[in-house]
């Protein structure tokens, strides 16, 4: 883990002010491009969805967008099981189930297809950053209305001066860095 949090420090840029004053974004972009630091998160990432003697404990991996489609997928490919995304409103072109929540800095709406996610099914939430926790805890309600059960999240970075973990109650988290 020594080489995922060193990965962290040396790869995600902080981005002041933007997407507005007074928030700094956290830029994992040269994370992404570096194939050895981008391995080795994945494969971390993708420890919340292994049991203790790891094996397999989900049957799909969840993507918010749009940081979260890029980390969720190789996590899903790494556990060999399916990759769902969870998109904005109005992306989606069959019928879904929305769930609107508050961000650090607005409001925003999630979706995914009803039939997304068989009843029953254990899913892990892949995100980037848990900051608020409003995108999670829609997430989660989100794979509970599909009738699935929330086994977990994983993100690279946990904001942990902001309400995150309070928002998403008793959902197992890993952060494998916090600011």
Known sequence: ?????????????DVPDYPEPGIV?????????????LTA???????AGR???GRTAVDLVLGMESRGFI???PVALELGVGFVPVRKEGKLPR???TESYSLEYGEATLEIHTDAIAPGSRVLLVDDVLAT???MAATRRLVESCGGVAHGAAVLLELSFLPGREAIGDLPLLALGQV
């Not at 080489?3 to 790869?11: F, I, N, Q």
């Not at 974004?25 to 630091?37: F, S």
């Not at 998160?41 to 420890?47: R, S």
């Open 1 to 13: 883990m020594s080489d995922v949090t060193e990965a962290l420090s040396r790869l995600v840029r």
């Open 25 to 37: 974004y956290k830029d994992i972009t040269p994370l992404l491009a570096d194939h050895g630091a």
């Open 41 to 47: 998160v994945v494969h971390a990432l993708a420890a």
């Open 95 to 97: 019928e879904t189930h």
């Open 71 to 73: 980390l969720g997928a």
């Open 133 to 135: 926790g409003g995108t």
């Open 51 to 53: 049991d203790d003697d």
